[in-house]
C-alpha cells in the first residue's frame, strides 16, 4: 500500500492550487488526493450554510481508506477544518503538514466578526501590504483572481470546538513561508492566539521556506520535496 497525501488549500482556493505539487508527489510514488472543501466549489451558493464539520468530513472521507501512512497537509486557513479532523479522528492522520499555518486553541475563529463572504478582493490590499504574495508571477496573481471563490462567513466565524487532547500525540510539521520557524516560536511563547496551540503538541518539526504565503505556486517543487520526506517514516 502507498502512503495517502492529503493535500487541502487555503481560503478562496480548490483543489487546483495543488496542481505541481500534486503532481511531483505522484511521481514519486505518493497516492495524492487534492481537496476542495465544501463552500468553495466554484458554483456554491452564498445562501447555503457550511460549518467547519462539513469541511472536516470531507477530509476525513479522503484519509478514510487503505494506506500505508496517512499524512495530512492544510495551508492557511485549512487548518481549522483539519486539527478538527484531529480532534474527531486522531487515528486517520500519522502526521499533519501546516503550509504557513498553524493549529487553532479551542473555541479561536479565524475572525469572528466576519460580516458576509470574505472575499479575495476584500483581502487583497492587506496582502500585498504584508508581502504575502513574494515570489508570485503576474499570471499567477491574475489566475488567483479569477480563481477565487469567496470564502463562506459562516466558516470564517465558527469557533473550533475541540475536546480530544488525543489530537496533541500526531506529529507536526510547520512549513514556514512568510516568516522564519523561530519567528513561530518566538510568538507562540508569547501567546499570539493563532499559533499559541504549537505548544500544545508533542512532536513539532520547523522547516523554513521562505517565499510569500502561497509556496504551492511560488515553490512548488521545494514544497513537494519537503511533504514527500515529511511523509516517510522517520
Not at 487555503?10 to 505518493?30: I, K, M, P, S
Not at 484519509?63 to 481549522?80: K, M, N
Not at 500585498?128 to 508570485?136: C, H, R, W, Y
Request: glycine share 6%.
Amino acid at each position: 500500500m502507498a502512503t495517502r497525501i492529503v493535500l487541502v488549500p487555503g481560503f478562496w482556493l480548490g483543489q487546483w492550487a495543488w496542481d505541481n505539487v500534486a503532481a511531483t508527489l505522484r511521481e514519486r510514488g505518493f497516492d495524492v488526493v487534492a481537496l476542495t472543501l465544501p463552500g468553495l466549489e466554484p458554483d456554491h451558493h452564498p445562501e447555503v450554510t457550511v460549518t467547519l464539520a462539513d469541511q472536516a468530513a470531507a477530509i476525513e472521507a479522503a484519509l478514510d481508506v487503505d494506506a500505508e501512512r496517512r499524512i495530512l497537509v492544510v495551508h492557511s486557513g485549512a487548518s481549522f477544518p483539519g486539527t478538527l479532523v484531529l480532534d474527531r479522528r486522531p487515528d486517520l492522520v500519522d502526521r499533519l503538514v501546516l503550509v504557513d499555518t498553524a493549529p487553532p486553541k479551542p473555541g479561536l475563529a479565524f475572525n469572528a466578526e466576519q460580516v458576509g463572504g470574505f472575499t479575495l478582493a476584500d483581502a487583497w490590499p492587506g496582502l500585498q501590504e504584508e508581502g504575502s504574495f513574494t515570489d508570485l508571477t503576474a499570471a499567477q496573481l491574475e489566475t488567483f483572481r479569477v480563481r477565487a471563490v469567496s470564502q463562506p462567513a459562516s466558516v470564517v466565524t465558527e469557533a473550533a470546538e475541540l475536546n480530544n487532547d488525543g489530537r496533541h500525540q500526531i506529529p507536526l510539521t510547520v512549513i514556514c513561508t512568510s516568516f522564519p520557524a523561530s519567528a513561530y516560536q518566538d510568538y507562540a511563547a508569547q501567546g499570539v492566539p493563532f499559533l499559541a496551540a504549537l505548544l500544545d503538541y508533542y512532536d513539532v518539526t520547523y522547516i523554513d521556506l521562505p517565499t510569500g504565503h502561497w509556496p504551492m505556486w511560488s515553490k512548488p517543487e521545494e514544497l513537494a520535496d519537503i511533504i514527500a520526506k515529511a511523509s516517510r517514516v522517520d
